[in-house]
Protein backbone atom coordinates (compact mmCIF):
# COMPACT_ATOMS: atom_id res chain seq x y z
CA UNK A 1 0.00 0.00 0.00
CA UNK A 2 1.32 3.51 -0.78
CA UNK A 3 2.35 5.98 2.09
CA UNK A 4 0.65 9.14 2.57
CA UNK A 5 4.66 10.59 0.99
CA UNK A 6 4.02 8.99 -1.81
CA UNK A 7 0.68 10.19 -2.64
CA UNK A 8 1.66 13.86 -1.24
CA UNK A 9 4.41 13.77 -3.94
CA UNK A 10 2.12 13.15 -6.92
CA UNK A 11 0.02 15.68 -6.19
CA UNK A 12 2.68 18.02 -5.39
CA UNK A 13 4.17 16.92 -9.01
CA UNK A 14 1.05 17.27 -10.96
CA UNK A 15 0.34 21.06 -9.84
CA UNK A 16 4.06 21.61 -10.80
CA UNK A 17 3.08 20.61 -13.85
CA UNK A 18 0.25 22.93 -14.02
CA UNK A 19 2.01 26.06 -13.08
CA UNK A 20 5.11 25.12 -16.02
CA UNK A 21 2.96 24.61 -18.25
CA UNK A 22 0.60 27.67 -18.07
CA UNK A 23 -2.68 25.33 -18.18
CA UNK A 24 -5.09 28.28 -17.44
CA UNK A 25 -3.16 30.29 -20.26
CA UNK A 26 -2.98 27.71 -22.64
CA UNK A 27 -7.28 27.46 -22.14
CA UNK A 28 -7.40 30.48 -23.38
CA UNK A 29 -5.12 30.78 -26.11
CA UNK A 30 -6.48 27.68 -27.25
CA UNK A 31 -10.12 29.73 -27.52
CA UNK A 32 -8.42 32.62 -29.30
CA UNK A 33 -7.00 30.39 -31.76
CA UNK A 34 -10.20 28.19 -32.58
CA UNK A 35 -11.70 31.25 -33.04
CA UNK A 36 -9.66 32.26 -35.85
CA UNK A 37 -10.44 28.46 -37.67
CA UNK A 38 -14.14 30.44 -37.84
CA UNK A 39 -13.06 32.82 -40.31
CA UNK A 40 -15.19 32.20 -43.76
CA UNK A 41 -12.32 33.04 -45.49
CA UNK A 42 -9.40 30.99 -43.32
CA UNK A 43 -8.71 28.21 -45.94
CA UNK A 44 -8.29 30.56 -48.84
CA UNK A 45 -4.49 30.43 -47.54
CA UNK A 46 -3.97 26.92 -47.53
CA UNK A 47 -0.23 27.36 -45.73
CA UNK A 48 -0.86 29.75 -43.24
CA UNK A 49 -4.45 27.90 -42.65
CA UNK A 50 -2.46 24.88 -42.00
CA UNK A 51 0.41 26.40 -39.92
CA UNK A 52 -2.32 27.76 -37.79
CA UNK A 53 -4.14 23.83 -37.53
CA UNK A 54 -0.94 22.98 -36.31
CA UNK A 55 -0.80 25.46 -33.34
CA UNK A 56 -4.64 24.65 -32.28
CA UNK A 57 -3.54 20.62 -32.23
CA UNK A 58 -0.41 21.36 -30.08
CA UNK A 59 -2.51 23.33 -27.46
CA UNK A 60 -5.01 20.54 -27.25
CA UNK A 61 -2.33 18.16 -26.85
CA UNK A 62 -0.90 19.67 -24.07
CA UNK A 63 -4.02 20.72 -22.38
CA UNK A 64 -5.73 17.19 -23.13
CA UNK A 65 -2.55 15.81 -21.69
CA UNK A 66 -2.65 17.73 -18.13
CA UNK A 67 -6.53 16.69 -18.22
CA UNK A 68 -5.36 12.95 -18.40
CA UNK A 69 -2.97 13.79 -15.17
CA UNK A 70 -5.32 15.76 -13.11
CA UNK A 71 -8.46 12.66 -13.68
CA UNK A 72 -5.39 10.29 -12.84
CA UNK A 73 -4.10 12.08 -9.17
CA UNK A 74 -8.04 12.65 -8.60
CA UNK A 75 -8.86 9.18 -8.56
CA UNK A 76 -5.91 8.43 -6.63
CA UNK A 77 -7.13 10.73 -3.71
CA UNK A 78 -10.49 9.05 -3.82
CA UNK A 79 -9.06 5.85 -3.74
CA UNK A 80 -6.92 6.73 -1.05
CA UNK A 81 -9.79 8.19 1.22
CA UNK A 82 -12.00 4.89 0.57
CA UNK A 83 -8.99 2.49 1.14
CA UNK A 84 -10.06 3.26 4.67
CA UNK A 85 -13.68 2.78 4.34
CA UNK A 86 -12.53 -0.50 2.65
CA UNK A 87 -14.42 0.21 -0.36
CA UNK A 88 -11.79 -0.19 -2.47
CA UNK A 89 -8.72 -3.07 -1.92
CA UNK A 90 -5.08 -2.09 -1.30
CA UNK A 91 -4.40 -3.97 -4.52
CA UNK A 92 -6.70 -1.18 -6.76
CA UNK A 93 -5.40 1.70 -4.45
CA UNK A 94 -1.43 0.65 -5.83
CA UNK A 95 -2.86 -0.12 -9.01
CA UNK A 96 -4.47 3.94 -9.41
CA UNK A 97 -1.19 4.85 -7.77
CA UNK A 98 0.78 3.45 -10.79
CA UNK A 99 -1.58 5.11 -12.99
CA UNK A 100 -1.24 8.71 -11.84
CA UNK A 101 2.37 8.07 -11.77
CA UNK A 102 2.97 7.70 -15.27
CA UNK A 103 0.96 10.00 -16.36
CA UNK A 104 2.84 12.42 -14.28
CA UNK A 105 5.96 11.06 -15.45
CA UNK A 106 4.53 11.01 -19.21
CA UNK A 107 3.72 14.62 -19.12
CA UNK A 108 7.15 15.44 -17.28
CA UNK A 109 8.96 14.10 -20.45
CA UNK A 110 6.86 16.22 -23.15
CA UNK A 111 7.68 19.20 -20.93
CA UNK A 112 11.06 18.90 -21.69
CA UNK A 113 10.81 18.58 -25.25
CA UNK A 114 10.23 22.58 -25.79
CA UNK A 115 11.64 23.38 -29.01
CA UNK A 116 9.80 23.99 -32.25
CA UNK A 117 11.41 20.78 -33.90
CA UNK A 118 10.46 18.51 -31.10
CA UNK A 119 7.07 18.44 -32.34
CA UNK A 120 8.19 17.03 -35.74
CA UNK A 121 8.24 14.40 -37.60
CA UNK A 122 11.77 12.66 -37.86
CA UNK A 123 13.88 11.18 -40.88
CA UNK A 124 15.61 8.38 -39.76
CA UNK A 125 18.71 6.94 -41.45
CA UNK A 126 21.21 3.93 -40.44
CA UNK A 127 24.17 3.42 -42.26
CA UNK A 128 26.41 -0.08 -41.75
CA UNK A 129 29.67 0.43 -40.79
CA UNK A 130 33.06 -1.02 -42.07
CA UNK A 131 32.93 -4.96 -41.70
CA UNK A 132 31.04 -6.59 -44.61
CA UNK A 133 28.42 -8.86 -43.68
CA UNK A 134 28.47 -8.09 -39.51
CA UNK A 135 28.10 -4.78 -39.75
CA UNK A 136 25.26 -4.69 -42.30
CA UNK A 137 23.26 -7.71 -39.87
CA UNK A 138 23.90 -5.40 -37.09
CA UNK A 139 22.29 -2.26 -39.21
CA UNK A 140 19.12 -4.50 -40.45
CA UNK A 141 19.23 -5.59 -36.69
CA UNK A 142 18.63 -1.60 -35.39
CA UNK A 143 16.39 -1.31 -38.50
CA UNK A 144 14.18 -3.66 -36.84
CA UNK A 145 14.46 -2.20 -33.33
CA UNK A 146 13.55 1.30 -34.63
CA UNK A 147 10.65 0.17 -36.35
CA UNK A 148 9.24 -1.98 -33.32
CA UNK A 149 9.66 0.96 -31.31
CA UNK A 150 8.08 3.12 -33.44
CA UNK A 151 5.22 0.54 -33.55
CA UNK A 152 4.69 0.12 -29.54
CA UNK A 153 4.48 3.98 -29.66
CA UNK A 154 1.95 4.13 -32.92
CA UNK A 155 3.96 5.72 -34.90
CA UNK A 156 3.83 5.47 -38.86
CA UNK A 157 6.65 4.72 -40.85
CA UNK A 158 7.60 5.40 -44.63
CA UNK A 159 10.96 3.53 -45.77
CA UNK A 160 12.43 6.29 -47.88
CA UNK A 161 15.33 4.20 -49.21
CA UNK A 162 16.69 0.75 -48.49
CA UNK A 163 19.65 -1.24 -49.83
CA UNK A 164 20.61 -4.36 -48.91
CA UNK A 165 23.43 -6.32 -47.95
CA UNK A 166 25.23 -8.60 -50.74
CA UNK A 167 24.87 -11.45 -48.48
CA UNK A 168 22.55 -10.46 -45.78
CA UNK A 169 21.47 -7.40 -43.38
CA UNK A 170 21.57 -3.98 -44.91
CA UNK A 171 24.12 -1.34 -46.34
CA UNK A 172 21.71 1.97 -45.07
CA UNK A 173 18.09 2.76 -44.93
CA UNK A 174 16.19 5.47 -44.66
CA UNK A 175 11.96 6.00 -43.25
CA UNK A 176 10.33 8.45 -41.95
CA UNK A 177 8.73 8.50 -38.52
CA UNK A 178 5.12 10.47 -37.81
CA UNK A 179 3.87 10.48 -34.90
CA UNK A 180 3.34 12.98 -31.33
CA UNK A 181 6.97 13.94 -30.44
CA UNK A 182 8.46 11.81 -33.40
CA UNK A 183 11.68 13.81 -33.41
CA UNK A 184 12.25 14.85 -29.54
CA UNK A 185 11.85 11.15 -28.74
CA UNK A 186 14.57 9.59 -31.81
CA UNK A 187 16.95 12.72 -31.60
CA UNK A 188 18.67 10.63 -28.48
CA UNK A 189 19.43 8.13 -30.98
CA UNK A 190 21.68 9.92 -33.22
CA UNK A 191 25.33 9.05 -33.17
CA UNK A 192 27.26 5.57 -33.33
CA UNK A 193 25.91 2.40 -31.92
CA UNK A 194 28.44 -0.42 -30.78
CA UNK A 195 27.83 -4.37 -31.11
CA UNK A 196 29.82 -6.93 -29.19
CA UNK A 197 28.87 -10.91 -29.76
CA UNK A 198 30.07 -14.14 -30.93
CA UNK A 199 29.14 -13.25 -35.05
CA UNK A 200 27.23 -16.40 -36.41
CA UNK A 201 29.19 -14.84 -39.71
CA UNK A 202 32.59 -15.69 -38.70
CA UNK A 203 34.04 -19.75 -38.74
CA UNK A 204 35.98 -19.55 -35.61
CA UNK A 205 33.00 -18.55 -33.49
CA UNK A 206 35.18 -15.25 -32.56
CA UNK A 207 33.83 -12.37 -30.57
CA UNK A 208 33.47 -9.23 -32.83
CA UNK A 209 32.93 -5.72 -32.68
CA UNK A 210 30.75 -3.91 -35.18
CA UNK A 211 29.62 -0.41 -35.90
CA UNK A 212 26.56 1.32 -37.18
CA UNK A 213 25.21 5.05 -37.49
CA UNK A 214 22.29 6.57 -36.57
CA UNK A 215 21.06 10.06 -38.01
CA UNK A 216 18.04 11.71 -37.33
CA UNK A 217 16.86 15.08 -38.28
CA UNK A 218 13.68 16.75 -37.66
CA UNK A 219 10.56 16.19 -40.90
CA UNK A 220 9.81 19.75 -42.45
CA UNK A 221 6.62 20.87 -44.12
CA UNK A 222 5.87 23.69 -46.08
CA UNK A 223 5.03 25.82 -43.23
CA UNK A 224 8.33 26.08 -42.57
CA UNK A 225 10.23 27.95 -44.91
CA UNK A 226 13.75 26.65 -45.53
CA UNK A 227 16.41 28.27 -48.64
CA UNK A 228 16.94 25.72 -51.11
CA UNK A 229 19.44 27.73 -53.95
CA UNK A 230 18.37 25.77 -57.69
CA UNK A 231 21.95 26.38 -58.75
CA UNK A 232 23.33 23.78 -56.35
CA UNK A 233 20.91 21.11 -56.91
CA UNK A 234 21.52 17.92 -59.94
CA UNK A 235 19.78 14.87 -60.35
CA UNK A 236 20.22 11.51 -61.70
CA UNK A 237 18.05 8.60 -62.26
CA UNK A 238 18.83 4.45 -62.16
CA UNK A 239 16.49 1.94 -61.69
CA UNK A 240 15.57 0.43 -57.96
CA UNK A 241 16.22 -2.64 -56.85
CA UNK A 242 14.37 -4.81 -54.52
CA UNK A 243 10.72 -6.12 -54.21
CA UNK A 244 8.41 -4.03 -56.69
CA UNK A 245 7.45 -6.43 -59.03
CA UNK A 246 8.75 -6.71 -62.74
CA UNK A 247 8.03 -2.56 -63.55
CA UNK A 248 11.14 -2.09 -60.67
CA UNK A 249 14.13 -3.07 -62.79
CA UNK A 250 12.56 -1.53 -66.34
CA UNK A 251 11.90 2.06 -65.32
CA UNK A 252 14.13 4.53 -64.02
CA UNK A 253 11.77 6.01 -61.23
CA UNK A 254 14.84 6.08 -58.35
CA UNK A 255 16.29 9.10 -58.06
CA UNK A 256 19.81 10.84 -56.69
CA UNK A 257 19.83 14.58 -55.35
CA UNK A 258 23.57 16.78 -55.44
CA UNK A 259 22.85 19.75 -53.58
CA UNK A 260 26.28 21.28 -53.46
CA UNK A 261 26.04 24.37 -50.48
CA UNK A 262 28.36 26.18 -47.86
CA UNK A 263 27.68 24.31 -45.05
CA UNK A 264 27.15 26.48 -42.27
CA UNK A 265 28.53 24.74 -39.11
CA UNK A 266 32.02 24.47 -41.27
CA UNK A 267 31.49 27.10 -43.32
CA UNK A 268 33.39 25.25 -46.23
CA UNK A 269 31.86 24.36 -49.30
CA UNK A 270 29.85 20.43 -48.91
CA UNK A 271 27.47 18.21 -50.86
CA UNK A 272 23.85 15.94 -49.74
CA UNK A 273 23.91 13.02 -51.44
CA UNK A 274 20.31 11.88 -50.76
CA UNK A 275 18.65 8.81 -52.62
CA UNK A 276 14.68 8.00 -52.39
CA UNK A 277 12.98 4.50 -54.34
CA UNK A 278 10.06 5.24 -52.48
CA UNK A 279 7.76 4.79 -55.02
CA UNK A 280 7.37 3.98 -58.87
CA UNK A 281 6.83 7.50 -59.96
CA UNK A 282 9.53 9.47 -60.52
CA UNK A 283 8.28 13.11 -59.90
CA UNK A 284 6.86 12.02 -56.23
CA UNK A 285 10.52 10.49 -55.83
CA UNK A 286 12.18 13.89 -56.88
CA UNK A 287 9.39 16.13 -54.25
CA UNK A 288 10.58 13.58 -51.70
CA UNK A 289 14.54 13.77 -52.12
CA UNK A 290 12.91 17.57 -51.80
CA UNK A 291 11.66 17.42 -48.63
CA UNK A 292 14.55 15.37 -47.08
CA UNK A 293 16.83 17.54 -48.34
CA UNK A 294 15.35 20.80 -47.03
CA UNK A 295 14.97 18.52 -43.77
CA UNK A 296 18.71 17.96 -43.37
CA UNK A 297 19.26 21.70 -44.11
CA UNK A 298 17.23 22.59 -41.38
CA UNK A 299 18.78 20.10 -38.65
CA UNK A 300 22.26 21.82 -39.81
CA UNK A 301 20.96 25.37 -38.72
CA UNK A 302 19.32 23.71 -35.74
CA UNK A 303 22.90 22.15 -35.07
CA UNK A 304 24.44 25.85 -35.56
CA UNK A 305 22.25 27.13 -33.03
CA UNK A 306 22.65 24.00 -30.22
CA UNK A 307 26.46 24.86 -31.06
CA UNK A 308 26.57 28.56 -30.23
CA UNK A 309 24.45 27.96 -27.21
CA UNK A 310 27.04 25.43 -26.05
CA UNK A 311 29.74 28.02 -25.89
CA UNK A 312 27.84 30.29 -23.77
CA UNK A 313 26.84 27.13 -21.60
CA UNK A 314 30.29 26.13 -20.99
CA UNK A 315 29.93 23.79 -18.44
CA UNK A 316 27.51 21.72 -19.90
CA UNK A 317 28.02 17.92 -21.61
CA UNK A 318 28.86 18.47 -24.92
CA UNK A 319 27.03 16.19 -27.48
CA UNK A 320 28.82 15.15 -29.96
CA UNK A 321 26.83 13.90 -33.70
CA UNK A 322 28.92 10.84 -34.12
CA UNK A 323 30.11 10.31 -30.93
CA UNK A 324 29.72 6.70 -29.84
CA UNK A 325 26.59 6.51 -27.74
CA UNK A 326 25.60 2.97 -26.65
CA UNK A 327 27.44 -0.39 -26.53
CA UNK A 328 24.98 -3.47 -27.39
CA UNK A 329 27.13 -6.64 -25.59
CA UNK A 330 25.50 -9.64 -26.22
CA UNK A 331 27.43 -12.33 -24.50
CA UNK A 332 27.78 -9.83 -21.11
CA UNK A 333 24.36 -9.13 -21.56
CA UNK A 334 24.65 -5.71 -21.43
CA UNK A 335 23.13 -2.46 -23.25
CA UNK A 336 24.72 0.48 -21.69
CA UNK A 337 24.43 4.18 -22.74
CA UNK A 338 27.67 6.20 -22.45
CA UNK A 339 26.40 9.26 -22.08
CA UNK A 340 24.19 8.97 -19.69
CA UNK A 341 25.45 5.46 -18.13
CA UNK A 342 22.00 4.27 -17.86
CA UNK A 343 22.22 0.35 -18.50
CA UNK A 344 20.17 -2.63 -18.69
CA UNK A 345 20.56 -6.38 -18.82
CA UNK A 346 17.48 -6.89 -20.80
CA UNK A 347 19.49 -7.31 -24.23
CA UNK A 348 16.58 -8.98 -25.58
CA UNK A 349 13.83 -5.90 -25.08
CA UNK A 350 15.90 -3.50 -26.06
CA UNK A 351 16.45 -5.31 -29.58
CA UNK A 352 12.43 -5.42 -29.32
CA UNK A 353 11.99 -1.79 -29.64
CA UNK A 354 12.28 -1.01 -25.88
CA UNK A 355 14.18 1.85 -25.36
CA UNK A 356 11.57 4.61 -23.46
CA UNK A 357 14.00 4.11 -20.28
CA UNK A 358 17.19 5.25 -22.44
CA UNK A 359 15.41 7.81 -23.94
CA UNK A 360 14.08 9.24 -20.54
CA UNK A 361 17.75 9.54 -19.01
CA UNK A 362 18.54 11.09 -22.36
CA UNK A 363 16.20 13.67 -21.81
CA UNK A 364 16.40 13.82 -18.08
CA UNK A 365 20.07 15.14 -18.43
CA UNK A 366 20.16 16.91 -21.79
CA UNK A 367 16.90 18.69 -22.25
CA UNK A 368 16.62 22.32 -21.77
Not at 9 to 17: F, H, I, M, S
Not at 80 to 105: C, G, K, M, P
Not at 114 to 142: C, F, N, R, Y
Request: proline share 2%.
Amino acid sequence: MITTEQLKEVQDRANKLHDYLQIDEKRMQLSEEEIRTQDPEFWNDAKTAESQMKKVKGLKKWIEGYDEVRKAVDELELAYDYVREEIVTEDELDSAYSVALQRVEDLEMRNMLSHEEDQMPAVLKIVAGAGGTEAQDWAEMLMRMYLRYCEKHNYKTTIQNLQEGEEAGIKTVTFNVEGDMAYGYLKSENGVHRLVRVSPYNAQGKRMTSFSSVFVVPLIDDTIDIEVNPAGLSWDTFRSSGAGGQNVNKVESGVRLHYKFKNPLTEQDDEIVIENTETRDQPKNRENALRLLRSQLYELELEKRRQAAAKVEAGKKKIEWGSQIRSYVMDDRRVKDHRTNYQTSNVNAVMDGDLDEFIKAYLMEFAE
